[in-house]
């Protein structure tokens, strides 16, 4: 074959070969960038998620220790407050620095705004007392400045940053998608050339993403690390996708989130609760003692009182119903403290099946109590043990008001550790399924003239002795409370 022959052949063929590797270096280089700019922002909004969700932690601290105070009126509760402060200030600033964008940088200015403007009426208030105290201060501190001043665009700030994540993740699985296609052309299509150039772009795009995947992963675990998801005791699930790897961090920093606000709204609730009692004791308990004081005095009078004794019963009855109300408020608003100490369990059981006896047979409900022979010996306080037995029993008869059944077991558990499990089921008409999952919650109650207050402050008192309590329908009909505690070794 004749030389220009070769080169009319050859030539065409080293064109469009150098024409692939050109394509093939400008592609790798298109990837190469397009990676570094899909990888900087995940990693920038990585950081600023951090640095948003250390600074809202932070705050949320302050707004809890707040909530504290006024609910015991007590300024010990105050004094951590200079070392939030200074907690805040650091996550403010490493905010500050994370912060890119002009809304960003906006929303850090009202941020900083906020935070001088809290912590100086705070110092304010601390060095000039109102006469009549702190309480309304310290209220309008925190629902007028610390909420919507710093808070919400700390919320806001974060919002932003989860966007820019979500973004730079569609934007790096774009490019894969992309990447797939152009493979698959120059495998069809390429040359010897076009072969030797896609091994190049093979290998630098294998090592860009392996570099990005490894940056992804840090990223991940990173955000494990500020979700607390990890332990020693807890191990790390790989997953492989690293973007799903991602995804889960984050859902579970705003799981966290999520569980940070509601801590917050049950604090308030507290709150209020706490000064609603604390009311209700200084307004009615005292006036209350005087008038039945005068109440006895005057049915024990000689010659006989102006009133029936028909009227002052009535009244005293009233009287000690406002006192049991008084005595639930303030039972809920005050954590309970048990004292502690070893008691047979199966023995209060049945003190309070005889005590509920009468009741049960003027409404015509059966009890049937299950045990095992010998004491079960748990270490609890015996009054608070005893009144979340009553609250059970008294809720089961609610329950059937037409008469039924009340069935009690008591058995011990020895796997893991030994456990007395006491369970109340009764034959009524179960747990409506709007009230199942929030049945101990404070004032939820099916009942017209129930406080709602009575299994909430059970759950308390069981959480309080290292228990739990918990609810569920039966199979057959009815519902069943389910009470687990720590027992002893003295036991059969």
């Known amino acids: 074959m004749s030389y220009p022959v070769v080169t009319r052949l050859a030539a065409p063929i080293a064109a469009v070969s150098v ?45 809890h220790q707040f909530n504290r105070y006024l609910i015991m009126l007590d300024r010990k509760y105050l004094d951590p407050i200079p070392g939030l402060k200074a907690k805040t200030a650091a996550a403010l600033a490493n905010a500050e620095a994370s912060a890119t964008s002009p809304g960003e940088e906006a929303l850090m ?45 700390a919320h806001e700030y974060l919002r932003l940053n989860e966007v820019t994540l979500t973004q730079a993740s569609e934007t790096n699985q774009e490019l894969a998608r992309h990447l797939v296609v ?22 630098t795009i294998r090592r860009n993403m392996a570099h990005t995947e490894e940056r992804l992963r840090t ?38 989130l999520r569980e940070t606000e509601r801590d917050a709204l049950r604090a308030e609730q507290l709150a209020w609760v706490g000064q609603m009692a604390a009311g209700i004791a200084h307004e009615i308990r005292n006036p209350l ?27 005293d009855e009233e009287i000690t119903r406002l006192e049991q109300i008084v005595s639930e408020f303030l039972d809920f608003a005050r954590p309970p403290r048990p004292n502690l100490r070893p008691m047979d369990a199966a ?6 099946l005889e005590g509920v006896q009468p009741r049960a047979e003027l409404q015509g409900v059966s009890l049937l109590l299950d045990r095992p022979e010998g004491p079960i010996i748990v270490s609890a306080d015996p009054n608070q043990l005893r009144q979340v037995f009553f609250n059970l029993l008294f809720n089961a008869f609610d329950a059937q008001p037409k008469g039924g059944e009340i069935r009690i077991g008591l058995r011990i558990e020895q796997a893991p550790e030994p456990t007395m499990v006491m369970t109340v089921a ?54 069943v409370f389910t009470l687990r505690l720590p027992a002893g070794t003295n036991h059969v």
């Open 19 to 63: 024409l692939l590797l050109a394509l093939s270096v400008i592609a790798a280089w298109y990837v190469w960038d397009m990676q570094e700019r899909a990888s900087g922002p995940i990693a920038s909004s990585v950081t600023s998620v951090t640095a948003a969700q250390e600074l809202e932690i932070s705050i949320r601290e302050i707004s």
């Open 109 to 153: 200015q009202r941020i900083r705004r906020g935070y001088e403007h809290f912590f100086a009426a705070y110092e304010r208030l601390l060095q000039s007392p109102p006469k009549e105290g702190m309480y309304a201060e310290i209220i309008k501190l925190n629902d007028i400045v610390l909420n919507p001043e710093i808070l919400e665009p």
């Open 182 to 203: 152009g493979l698959v052309a120059m495998g069809l299509f390429g040359s010897i050339g076009g072969l030797l150039g896609g091994g190049v772009i093979v290998a």
């Open 219 to 256: 990223t991940a675990e990173t955000l494990d690390r500020a979700a607390n998801r990890r332990s020693k005791s807890t191990p790390t699930i790989a997953l492989a996708d690293p973007l799903e790897q991602v995804s889960v961090s984050v859902s579970a920093i705003l799981e966290r």
């Open 289 to 315: 003692m005087a008038i039945k004081l005068l109440v006895q005095a005057g049915a024990e009078r000689a010659g006989g009182p102006a009133l029936r004794l028909r009227d002052f019963e009535v009244l």
């Open 347 to 352: 023995e209060a059981v049945a003190q309070a």
């Open 426 to 479: 009764d034959a009524g008409s179960g747990i409506a399924p709007g009230v199942a999952e929030r049945i101990f919650e404070p004032f939820v109650s099916t009942k017209e003239s129930g406080l709602g207050l009575g299994l909430s402050i059970c759950r308390r008192i069981v959480d309080a002795h290292g228990g739990t309590l918990s609810a569920s329908n039966r199979p057959g009909g009815g519902a």
